[in-house]
């Protein structure tokens, strides 16, 4: 038996979602540690004076701002020409040495090389459609990053998805859902969502296949980075790999 069950989505479906959204992404509960989560970077990247970053699926640039701030020098890119727009102005506001890009992130093309990269949170990773998507992704940052830099990485994890959500597809790991979004004027519109999960196991694999070193894997809370021990039950897990 043929068994046709493979869902697939397009990996730039969040553009539009996040055009629309704006400054409301914000109002997201799991936006709001980002101070603690950007002092578990600086701690475990060993990031020195002025380093530069390339945050990846930064979104309105909250943790880019952030490294900003404690002199380090971000570039941040998004697939979201409103989410860079957000990221750009708080930047020159507070007079930041932060760059922003509106950009696909399984096509970068970056002049510089980097120190260190992040991407957190489902930024463009666990949204990039089918596995080719995803080791775009991969092969983009390491393309992007310095020989022996750090690269630590965010994405859902499949055996959470499996056991809470109901749509959760064990052919991709792939969960859906509709659901109604507001703007900052107050407009709704629903918008159909999609997310890959993984398991520790798979993205050993993909960041091996693409040119890293996994160093550690842990569970990962929003807001509460740390060395947690990870478990089914964690929502997130978090690589931590290096650049060969």
């Known amino acids: 038996m043929t068994t046709n069950h493979n869902r697939q989505y397009n990996g730039n479906y969040y553009e539009g979602i996040g055009n629309f959204l ?7 509960g799991f936006t709001m540690g980002t101070i603690e989560e950007v002092d578990f970077l600086v701690k475990h990247m060993n990031l020195q004076a002025g380093a530069s970053i390339l945050d990846v699926g930064c979104g309105p640039g909250r943790h880019s701002l952030e ?17 860079i727009e957000i990221a750009r102005k708080k930047a020159n506001e507070e007079k930041l040495n932060a760059e922003f890009i509106v950009a696909d992130a399984r096509e970068l093309e ?3 090389s980097f120190d260190g990269a992040i991407c957190l949170c489902e930024g463009a990773f666990g949204l990039a459609g089918d596995d080719e998507g995803h080791l775009q992704i991969l092969r983009g940052i390491h ?21 809470k959500n109901g749509s959760f597809d ?12 507001t703007n900052p004027e107050g407009e709704t519109k629903e918008v159909e969502f999609y997310t890959t999960a993984f398991t520790y196991r798979e993205l050993k694999i993909l960041l091996e296949s693409s040119g890293f070193k996994v160093l550690d894997g842990y569970g990962c809370i929003a807001g509460n980075f740390s060395e947690k021990i990870l478990s089914v039950d964690d929502i997130e897990l978090m690589m931590i790999s290096q650049r060969l």
């Open 110 to 112: 970056l002049s510089q």
């Open 143 to 163: 393309k992007a990053l310095k020989p022996d830099s750090l690269f630590i990485l965010t994405a859902m994890n499949a055996f959470s998805e499996a056991q």
């Open 170 to 181: 064990p052919y991709t790991g792939t969960t859906n859902s509709r659901e109604t979004i």
């Open 22 to 28: 704006g400054e409301n992404y914000l109002n997201y």
């Open 67 to 83: 490294l900003a701030r404690r002199g380090f020098q971000p570039v941040g890119v998004d697939i979201s020409s409103s989410f």
